[in-house]
């Protein structure tokens, strides 16, 4: 190897070991603080959302249905949240909420604009008895 050469291995390689290092210290703060962990990944969740709702944009099949779809199933993911930090919730309620969470996730994008309105019925249901119980 010329001269050159190893000047731009030995550059290459104080770079990689600083990278481990700094993957290292990453990787060590992503394991003491799980929301940084949850909200990076939740990103990557957003992010492919948003290619699907671009794709049936592109090919003209119902984007806006999916996108609220997509925000159901978040308001859902709150609603669970809500009614798992409270212990005066019933277990069939939570049952029935995760069970309907479970089916909206699942619903296929030709029947979104007619089982939307009974999901957001359902979801205005589930608030209503999660919040009467928090209230007593």
Do not use: W
């Not at 992010?47 to 049936?56: D, E, G, I, T």
């Not at 003209?60 to 999916?66: D, G, K, Q, S, V």
């Not at 007619?114 to 209503?128: F, H, I």
Request: net charge positive.
């Amino acid at each position: 190897m010329e001269r050159a050469e190893k000047k731009i291995l030995r550059g290459n390689i104080i770079k990689f070991i600083i990278g481990l290092i700094l993957l290292g210290f990453s990787v060590s703060y992503m394991s003491n603080h799980p929301a940084e962990k949850s909200s990076i990944l939740s990103g990557f969740e957003v992010l492919r959302q948003r290619v699907a709702v671009y794709y049936h944009k592109v090919t003209n099949t119902n984007p806006a249905a999916l996108q609220k779809k997509y925000d159901y199933e978040k308001t859902y993911e709150e609603l669970i949240k809500m009614g798992e930090s409270t212990s005066c919730v019933d277990p069939n309620v939570m049952t029935a909420l995760n069970e309907t969470y479970l089916e909206l996730q699942k619903e296929a994008i030709k029947n979104l604009d007619t089982d939307l309105p009974g999901y957001m019925r359902k979801a205005s249901e589930y608030k209503t008895m999660i919040e009467n119980c928090t209230t007593k």
